[in-house]
């Protein structure tokens, strides 16, 4: 069975753009959550979304934004980019409806540079 | 509340010993403890997992021991090995509300001597 597939796999933009990343789950998965990984502040969780609705947002900014489709495959934008977007963005997986055993599986990440 | 706190930092563990990593949390809402290992350039790779209804889940040389009235939970590597060499991040959820999604410890950086 495939994993999770993130793409594109590398992203470079500059200031004040936007940037779209997409993510398509192991099949069968219907929950996708997005996270951000940064050396200073970690994984952190971005949103959540289940049979095409956002179940649970993390803290940040409204620049950010995601959305599932019928297929449960899903993308994040990112909107007037900053220098702090810089990080490798997560997409991960899991079967069911998210419950507290949220066995997740992640993909291996869009690594976004912002200049 | 949401936190999980990890420790060590780092670790440097020579090839055939014991790596433990501990992680700590503080929401009781939480139920479901995952580990998870990464690799560089590569996304975090599901290890091993334990519920509170249980103190100690082995698979092979992988333990994650659970102290609930604590609120701590540790990863036992045993026989560790080079290709072992990773960063482990500890990590928690719940099952409703803010403590749905997963939270992550800072991770540490094993690295595992030949």
């Known amino acids: 069975k495939a994993g999770v597939t993130q793409t594109p796999r590398y992203l470079i933009k500059t200031r004040g753009q936007q940037v779209t990343l997409s993510c398509s789950p192991i099949s069968g998965h219907r929950s996708v959550s997005w996270y951000q990984q940064t050396p200073g502040q970690g994984l952190q969780f971005l949103f959540e979304?289940?049979?095409?609705?956002?179940?649970n947002k993390g803290n940040f900014p409204g620049r950010f934004s995601g959305r599932q489709f019928s297929n449960s495959r899903s993308e994040m934008n990112v909107s007037t980019l900053e220098l702090g977007d810089s990080a490798l963005y997560l997409c991960?997986?899991?079967?069911?409806?998210?419950?507290?055993?949220?066995?997740?599986?992640f993909g291996p990440g869009t690594r976004l540079t912002v200049l | 509340q949401q936190q999980v706190k990890q420790s060590p930092q780092s670790l440097i563990v020579q090839k055939g010993g014991i790596s433990i990593i501990n992680c700590a949390y503080e929401n009781t809402a939480f139920d479901y403890f995952p580990w998870y290992q990464q690799f560089p350039g590569k996304g975090p790779a599901l290890l091993i997992a334990?519920?509170?209804?249980?103190s100690e889940k082995k698979e092979g040389r992988f333990t994650i021991s659970f102290n609930k009235s604590a609120k701590q939970f540790s990863l036992h590597i045993m026989d560790s090995q080079p290709g072992d060499s990773a960063t482990y991040f500890c990590?928690?959820?719940?099952?409703?509300?803010?403590?749905?999604?997963?939270?992550f410890g800072s991770g540490t950086q094993l690295t595992v001597l030949p």
């Open positions: 991960a997986s899991s079967l069911t409806a998210p419950s507290s055993y949220n066995e997740q599986f």
């Open positions: 990590a928690a959820s719940g099952a409703s509300g803010s403590a749905r999604q997963l939270t």
């Open positions: 334990i519920r509170p209804d249980v």
């Open positions: 979304y289940f049979s095409e609705t956002q179940r």
